[in-house]
């Protein structure tokens, strides 16, 4: 065993893997060979998640085929609704996810549960997909005592999923754009709850497990809350004045050594984000539509600029997520919910291509503590 | 970014830490300072989890406060117990306590849930403690139809438990293997389930998120559910007529290529795991008491002997405490929320201190799939 400490296992190679890579070389986010960017351009969530869990882009027939699956798969078993309504109100609501989750694994024939195989895990994959929506709106809703949104089959999984979330049908640009979102937010290489999946999954727990296990990670404000963090500043500069107000609260809070979220990222260090740019382009849509809108994606623009100028960060993918979500009216504790849903198609996949190559994970430590204590 | 692939991490170092540290060198397993083995024989659980959480052993007057404290907070808030009936009863008890955890999160205060001082986790860190098996013994009588058991706080936290999961006093004798069983597995370095609750915590993730993350690890067939495969192992030899059938079987299962669990250990290697030698003294003893249980200590020895002559391999803690917990009358399926529950105390402790000394886990990948596909 070498003494080397890797804090964080920064540059460590931890997996082999044919699902994801960050180019960030070539500002390349490879998804199964495609440049993420191109999917979310002209692909649809479901579809990518296709292509996540079954290594192609889905032909019509199969298209057509998965989103029968999803659809008939998107209701929760009897009892879950019962069991969310007796959650304390006070529960987070990526919490309730969580806890919802953990729950849906009781309702899987055991034997199916424990099986491993790419094929049973494949058929878990799909349920867990295509109920995590249903699962995460209607958690939301029940801690806020509102009525459950049964899912409807016949719509795309973000159009249903917003119809869930708004308890309405959505508008087809706030549709598209989430879609984008949520094809941004697909799969990511090794983020952190993307290695806690595979590390669970890696001692043979069942899948269920593993995601049970990256909810729990994605919750972190270093991790899937950074969209959250990202919206609460937006909506602090705003309550001070909007445009104006947003390079002294900047400078302010850099002053203060404060972590600004939404910007930077282990890997691609000092370079771009490329979900960032494209999804810049769905702000200023945005904001020719919606003048109140406009001043929002102007302070954007600002915050974009004094990071640069400040510290040399660009954005990543949760700025502009956090306020496109706001911005389409989405309660600010289903942001990180969103992510989870979203993240699913690459997690599951991770989580399979674990069980088929499976290696324990068991690293070591270096031990500083004291030694040879007697009682 | 180094090429160089870890698969399981194998001897990286992913973590300083001064809690614990397996010194296979000298057969030893440190746990802040003290010798595990030595803690095993002259001390009790509770003292243990003190000294993992405060790193010292209490003083007589910190002793009985902290098992005043741990009295008061093992019941289970309102409603808890409601939601565990109403769990499908095809759940696995592990996955129920999985849960149950989750849930226990929605009862603590928001700010008090998302405060990440020392002082913050450490009084969390001991409800957590506390309630654990509370919520491990009554989600098993739950999803068994049988009555629930409230915490006596007069009794010792090996009584206590015992109490709940038999539904009636447990014997001294009994009590004294099951705490020092609890001691056993208390601490050990970065196990798997230790290594995911620290990646969770490094994202900030809540205490919870990251013990629910560790749950969902130890369940799995490689690690926690490891004592349930030895235990079955045995029901198996003695079903086939007992000790003189456990050669033929266990050749039988070496032919076939199965993995026998309860053996050997990464860190180990083929150096004995100490915890198993002690254990070994306690199923001696069980067997001068019981002479039903002494055809079942001889069965261990003969695996123990054809383990080692045919494979070069020692057992490891699971395989004695997985005999020993089946021979005190415990039901298999809680053979792993025990494990959690014992383990409850290292793993509050590796939370705490990643999130005292953070860094966000964050590796890397070698990709191996394709590239420069297009839609």
Redo the contacts between chains.
């Keep these: 065993?070498?003494?080397?400490?890797?804090?964080?296992?920064?540059?460590?190679?931890?997996?082999?893997?044919?699902?994801?890579?960050l180019d960030a070389e070539h500002e390349q986010i490879?998804v199964?060979?495609?440049d993420l960017i191109?999917?979310a351009r002209?692909?649809t969530y479901a579809d990518v998640a296709h292509l996540l869990l079954f290594d192609h882009?889905p032909s019509e027939e199969e298209r057509a085929a998965f989103a029968r699956q999803l659809g008939d798969h998107a209701h929760l078993?009897e009892?879950v609704a019962?069991?969310l309504r007796?959650?304390?109100s006070?529960?987070?609501a990526m919490?309730?996810l969580?806890?919802g989750l953990?729950?849906l694994?009781?309702?899987?024939?055991?034997e199916v549960?424990a099986d491993h195989s790419r094929e049973a895990n494949l058929a878990k994959a799909v349920r867990i997909l295509a109920k995590s929506p249903t699962l995460a709106a209607n958690a939301y809703r029940a801690l806020h005592g509102q009525p459950f949104v049964q899912p409807n089959p016949g719509l795309s999984f973000a159009a249903n999923f917003l119809q869930m979330i708004y308890g309405r049908p959505a508008d087809a640009e706030t549709i598209a754009v989430f879609d984008r979102i949520m094809i941004c937010y697909a799969d990511h290489?090794?983020?952190?709850?993307t290695?806690?999946a595979r590390?669970?999954?890696?001692?043979?727990?069942?899948i269920?497990?593993?995601i049970?296990?990256a909810?729990?990670?994605?919750?972190?404000?270093?991790?899937?809350?950074a969209n959250e963090a990202a919206a609460r500043m937006f909506a602090e500069i705003a309550s001070r004045g909007g445009p104006a107000a947003a390079e002294p609260y900047l400078l302010e809070r850099l002053a203060a050594k404060d972590r600004i979220m939404g910007f930077g990222h282990?890997?691609y260090m000092h370079r771009p984000d490329p979900r960032a740019d494209l999804l810049k382009a769905d702000l200023d849509a945005i904001a020719a539509r919606d003048p109140d809108a406009a001043a929002m994606v102007q302070t954007y623009e600002i915050v974009v600029a004094v990071m640069e100028r400040e510290k040399g960060l660009h954005p990543n993918a949760d700025l502009p997520i956090g306020l496109i979500l706001s911005l389409v009216g989405i309660p600010i504790d289903l942001f990180t919910p969103i992510f989870l849903c979203a993240r699913n198609a690459g997690l599951l996949a991770h989580v399979i291509e674990q069980h088929e190559h499976n290696?324990?994970?068991?690293?070591?430590?270096?031990?500083?503590?004291?030694?040879?204590?007697?009682?």
């Design positions: 065993m070498s003494e080397e400490i890797h804090p964080g296992l920064e540059d460590v190679v931890a997996a082999e893997t044919q699902i994801s890579f490879v199964r060979g495609y191109e999917l002209s692909s882009v078993p009892g019962d069991i007796r959650l304390p006070d529960t987070v919490d309730a969580r806890s953990s729950i694994a009781g309702f899987e024939n055991a549960l290489e090794l983020a952190n709850s290695f806690a590390i669970v999954a890696s001692t043979f727990a069942d269920y497990g593993a049970v296990a909810t729990a990670a994605l919750k972190g404000p270093l991790h899937g809350g282990r890997v290696r324990l994970y068991r690293p070591r430590v270096v031990y500083t503590g004291p030694r040879d204590r007697r009682l």
